[in-house]
């Protein structure tokens, strides 16, 4: 089983500023098959990236997905109040499970 | 547009048993592989099973291996998961989302708004 090490746990910046969470795989990630979800609070989580750097419908491009084998980034640009949110990242490379990491909280100031 | 209703959440014994449903609209069910995911309360996104889009290959996470039951019915655009000897731990709202792709490796690109599940004496 993969296990993904999101850091850091809690991220705190200014509307305006740049966004740097990062997910980690305990192994490589096959095909680059690792997806970003955003999830506010009370709702269902949203996908925001998948295959490692290919937006989702609708999502605007202030977010990007980047890496390869172990190493994986989403950056967020140009911070906004909305992006308030907590951040997950999940495999889905090769076989099940499809595990997701645990987390990064961005708040907004 | 896409939609995913959970429903059969509830209170339950430890022990006892569930089955939660998700009726789908929108997109043709029977191409694409379905996915439960859970959330404990405060706590974050954990994958529970997969189905592929026939229903010929399953797969659970080792934390429900042997009491959870994912299965699906093609003709009735609705997605299941049976769970039997239900834990305190289960206790999560549990989401059913849908691939992305047919192949079930694949991110999940619709999500239901969830199903609460309390196992609790």
């Known amino acids: 089983e993969i296990v993904l090490t999101q850091s850091p746990g809690t991220l705190s910046l200014s509307p305006g500023e740049r966004a740097t969470l990062s997910c980690r795989a305990s192994?490589?990630?096959?095909?680059?098959?690792l997806a970003w979800y955003q999830q506010k609070a009370g709702q269902a989580p949203r996908l925001l990236i998948y295959?490692?750097?290919s937006r989702a419908t609708g999502i605007p491009d202030r977010f990007s997905g980047s890496g390869s084998g172990t190493d994986f980034t989403l950056t967020i640009s140009r911070l906004e109040p909305e992006d308030s949110a907590v951040y997950y990242c999940?495999?889905?490379?090769?076989?099940?499970?499809?595990?997701f990491g645990q987390g990064t909280n961005l708040e907004i100031k | 547009e896409v939609q995913l209703l959970e429903s059969g959440g509830d209170l339950a014994q430890p022990g006892g048993f569930l089955r939660l449903s998700c009726a789908v609209s929108?997109?043709?069910?029977?191409?694409?592989?379905m996915t439960w995911v859970r959330q404990a309360p405060g706590k974050g996104l954990e994958w529970v099973s997969v189905?592929?889009?026939?229903?010929?290959?399953?797969y659970n996470a080792d934390s429900v291996k042997g009491r959870f039951t994912i299965s699906r019915d093609n003709s009735k655009n609705t997605l299941f998961l049976q769970m039997n000897s239900l834990r305190v731990e289960d206790t999560a709202i549990y989401y059913c989302?849908?691939?992305?792709?047919?192949?079930?490796?694949?991110?999940?690109?619709?999500w239901g708004q969830g199903t609460l599940v309390t196992v609790s004496s």
């Open positions: 295959d490692a750097s």
């Open positions: 192994q490589s990630v096959w095909s680059s098959y």
């Open positions: 929108g997109f043709t069910f029977a191409n694409y592989a």
């Open positions: 989302a849908k691939g992305r792709r047919s192949d079930w490796r694949s991110s999940l690109d619709s």
């Open positions: 189905i592929n889009y026939s229903g010929g290959n399953t």
């Open positions: 999940q495999q889905y490379g090769s076989s099940p499970p499809y595990t």
